[in-house]
């Protein structure tokens, strides 16, 4: 296998973070004068009732640094997902000039159960119908290509619009470049200057995005 080469600025002049208390205290200022964080994606919630700890002072404190933010929850598959949705509502601000609401689907981390389609789309529908269209714009799901392959692969439409946000360490994602997908995760052991320890690192596709609108002060070569 070739070794992997890292997105370049050039490629997709949009990067950026996501995180959550396991990062510990952020020094957002620092963070956001170097170019390859334009964004940041935090965790809100997770399930009907945890809130991350420290949600409240990154959703401010990277406002105030300039930073485009984004909310994600973390979707359980033991709790009803109009619970779920109450979390979310009691939590993250409406505010203007943020990524859309993203939920987050996956395994690891989460509880035991392994739902089926059917227990999976019908329990992401009543999380959205509850939400009730709070949070403007087409939601980001975010997976990996296992989860897509599984349950989204095929079932587009069981499942509310979304944008896509697919986890792939090191390597490009499956789908047609940069046209299916809207984020890509591309590392998880990321090093910057304000954070202690690993972070996420990410990149934004332009070129089918409904947000670019967001970072009007950077365009591509």
């Not at 992997?4 to 050039?10: G, I, N, R, V, Y």
């Not at 409240?56 to 994600?72: C, F, L, M, Q, S």
């Not at 709070?134 to 799901?141: D, K, S, V, W």
């Not at 990996?144 to 390597?171: C, E, M, T, V």
């Amino acid at each position: 296998m070739a070794p992997f080469t890292p997105p370049t600025l050039a490629d997709y002049p949009i990067q950026g973070i996501d995180i959550s208390h396991h990062q510990g205290v952020i020094d957002w200022h620092v963070v956001a004068r170097q170019p390859n964080v334009r964004f940041a994606i935090m965790k809100a919630t997770e399930g009907g009732d945890h809130r991350d700890t420290l949600f409240a002072e990154n959703w401010k404190a990277a406002k105030e640094a300039g930073i485009v933010r984004g909310a994600y929850h973390f979707f359980t598959f033991c709790r009803p997902g109009r619970e779920q949705a109450r979390n979310v509502m009691t939590t993250v601000p409406v505010e203007v000039d943020t990524l859309p609401l993203v939920i987050d689907l996956e395994f690891t981390g989460n509880c035991g159960k392994v739902p089926t389609l059917d227990e999976l789309s019908t329990e992401i529908n009543a999380f959205f119908d509850e939400l009730n269209g709070t949070y403007p714009g087409r939601p980001i799901f975010y997976l990996n290509q296992q989860f897509f392959d599984q349950y989204l692969k095929g079932n587009k439409a069981r499942f509310p619009d979304h944008y896509l946000w697919l986890r792939s360490i090191a390597q490009e994602p499956r789908q047609n470049d940069c046209r299916d997908w809207t984020i890509w995760q591309y590392a998880d052991n990321g090093r910057l200057e304000g954070i202690q320890g690993m972070v996420d690192l990410n990149v934004l596709c332009l070129s089918q995005t409904g947000f670019a609108d967001l970072f009007p002060a950077i365009a591509r070569n």
